[in-house]
């Protein structure tokens, strides 16, 4: 009988408030969309099983209680994440230029081992509203950001419509576990010492 070792997965998804932070995740664990404004769907995160090549996955997505407006997100929010979804509203400037605000925020904050290769997912919500027609940062201008910040992976999504709300998380799932392997590698090959100085180092505010 094969053994098959199941995998926990941490995203976390960040974005200005309202940008459909809630409705995105809403959406794709449970396939469900409200117009109606919550500001969260009342646990610090969901689950989703994966199934991703021979590995079982238990995706974690964790999701802002709506603190977002005060950028004040507890210490358990950013620990242990494994992938950062970074999320603005093709509709609403603002949102777009917050980003790089949540990006050094959650660097800051999460202190990953190697910044430059964590992995984060960039997503254009509401790209249903008025057919695009008031839509005011281009697709273009999305990836550029994505390209300048070490090729990050961009989706334009509609929570409404359900439009490239899997194909996204599923990304989100395969990025972190990608990185995770990379991580097991890279630990399995330095010394114990250096290890327990590093793990120091990861868990220290400062
Ligand atoms: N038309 C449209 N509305 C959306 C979409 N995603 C979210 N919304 C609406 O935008 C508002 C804010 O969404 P919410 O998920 O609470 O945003 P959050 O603050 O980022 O969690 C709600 O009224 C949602 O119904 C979308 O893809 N299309
Ligand atoms: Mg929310």
Partial sequence: MAMRRRTLLKVIVLGDSGVGKTSLMNQYVNKRFSLQYKATIGADFVTKELQIDDRHVTLQVWDTAGQERFQSLGVSFYRGADCCVLVYDVNVGKSFESLNNWYEDFLKQANPSDHSSFPFILLGNKVDIDGGNS????????????????????????????????????????????????????????????????????????
């Fill in 135 to 206: 839509r005011v940062v281009s697709e273009k201008k999305a990836k550029d950001w994505c390209a300048s910040k070490g090729n990050i992976s961009y989706f334009e999504t509609s929570a409404k419509e359900d439009y490239n709300v899997d194909a996204a998380f599923l990304c989100a799932a395969k990025s972190a576990l990608a990185n995770e392997q990379e991580q097991d590698i890279y630990f399995q090959t330095i010394p114990e010492a250096h290890l327990s100085e590093t793990e120091q180092r990861g868990g220290c505010a400062c």
